[in-house]
């Protein structure tokens, strides 16, 4: 549906978020589809594929809606919740659906999985929406988790997007309607 639309109407509003001044921007789908076709390709060289699950711990934002389709174009399922989630909830929610890889929105978020990150062994990397501290950074490194800011990502597939414009498209092809596309958890899951 997202690429239909696209097709059919790319310089439609897609999206309005807020700026840091607060003000409503526009985002068209073409915009957002040229957002969501370089963070995928990111997320490939990272190594999410199809069939993964990746958490995505973050409340409404820009970001949440550019990544919540690069892995659906991926045939990755995301595993959504809020930044409300508590500590043993994000635990539970990432262990049991055996993520290797989650997106959060900033360090609250980081802290919170490495208090409980013995509880996650397969989880091994992060990206992270907002900038994290340097002893932040450290620690999850001394705990086996690599962080990775969410430009990075998005930049490191602007490269792959541009020699290959039509990666994203072709992955999503690719998912068929059996396809698990998101496994979500409501407050209170523990």
Not at 25 to 40: G, H, I, M, N, Q
Not at 88 to 104: D, G, N, P, V
Not at 146 to 159: D, N
């Amino acid at each position: 549906m997202f690429l239909e639309m696209t097709a059919r109407q790319p310089r439609a509003v897609a999206q309005l978020s807020k700026d840091d001044g607060g003000v409503f921007r526009p985002t068209s789908y073409k915009e957002l589809l040229d957002t969501v076709a370089s963070f995928a390709a990111g997320l490939k060289a990272l190594g999410v594929s199809r069939g993964d699950k990746v958490g995505l711990i973050a409340d409404n934002r820009k970001e949440w809606l550019s990544s919540d389709l690069a892995l659906l174009g991926l045939g990755a399922a995301d595993v959504p919740r809020g930044c409300d989630a508590t500590v043993q909830e994000i635990a539970y929610i990432l262990s049991w659906s055996e993520c290797r890889f989650a997106i959060l929105e900033n360090e609250k978020q980081l802290k919170k999985i490495l208090e409980v990150r013995s509880s996650m062994p397969r989880l091994d990397s992060l990206i992270l929406f907002d900038p994290v501290e340097e002893a932040a950074l450290r620690e999850a490194k001394a705990q086996g988790i690599t962080v990775h800011p969410y430009e990075a990502i998005l930049e490191s597939g602007k490269a792959y997007s541009a020699d290959h414009p039509d990666f994203y498209e072709q992955e999503a092809a690719k998912g068929g309607r059996g396809d698990l596309a998101t496994l979500i958890y409501t407050s209170g899951t523990t």
